[in-house]
């Protein structure tokens, strides 16, 4: 095979394959464009959304029951902790009704000065 003839098929390959991706290509966005109000496209397209919507609704759901028993529990140690602080002083001596003041038993649970002014009492 002289060069001139390869030149020649090689030239002949490339004006045939190149075409055939790019009109591939074409065809394809073509149905695309076309097929995106179609019945099935938008049930597809519903389901996908659905699968994502009930993933994000489970993940907050789970987060939500995390967050619940964290509170629970904060809660209970809370109440032990009044419990044992109460006896405590009991059995001190220093109070015979020992109660938590009102103040004291509605506020959430958080540590601020007038909460340590009164441990430290």
Do not use: H, N
């Not at 030239?11 to 591939?24: D, E, G, M, N």
């Not at 074409?26 to 959304?49: N, P």
Request: aromatic letters at 8%; one cysteine or more.
């Amino acid at each position: 095979m002289t060069a001139a003839a390869a030149w020649t098929l090689l030239v002949r390959i490339l004006t045939f394959c190149i075409p055939v991706p790019v009109i591939a290509i074409a065809a394809i966005a073509g149905w695309l464009w076309i097929d995106r109000t179609s019945a099935v496209r938008q049930a597809v397209d519903r389901a996908t959304t659905e699968l994502v919507a009930g993933g994000q609704i489970a993940a907050l759901k789970a987060d939500l029951a995390a967050a619940q028993r964290e509170k629970m529990a904060t809660d209970y140690a809370y109440a032990g902790f009044s419990r044992r602080m109460a006896a405590d002083a009991a059995k001190d001596g220093e109070q015979k009704d020992v109660a938590l003041p009102k103040a004291l038993a509605d506020r959430p649970w958080t540590v601020e000065q007038p909460d340590i002014d009164w441990v430290q009492r």
